[in-house]
């Protein structure tokens, strides 16, 4: 979202909470791929490089074979956090509903 405040799950909580929601449900997401993106953040300070444009997004296109293992990670989060939360992430995740 091109912010430079990095969220906790504690500050989405209270956030949503302050709002008027009941969270049902919060976790950290993209565990398994954090410690590669860490890197790749540390690479692009250091060499200068980075995306262009506002937004600073890091997304590139990937072979197809990269893309189906990077889905089957996903699919295993989700089966994980349907049982746990993850500690930390790339994102945050959260379920909450309306009160009132």
Do not use: D
Not at 40 to 62: D, M, N, Q, W
Not at 67 to 75: N, V
């Amino acid at each position: 979202m091109g912010q430079k405040r990095r969220n906790t799950r504690s500050r989405l909580r209270t956030q949503l909470e302050m709002a008027g929601f009941a969270v049902r449900f919060i976790s950290y997401t993209n565990l398994i791929i954090l410690s590669v993106a860490v890197v790749v953040r540390i690479v692009k300070s250091v060499l200068g490089g980075g995306a262009v444009g506002p937004y600073k997004s890091e997304f590139i296109r990937v072979p197809s074979l990269i893309h189906a293992g990077l889905l089957g990670i996903g699919r295993a989060e989700s089966f994980w956090m349907r049982h746990a939360t993850l500690p930390c992430g790339l994102s945050i995740l959260g379920l909450a509903e309306k009160t009132g």
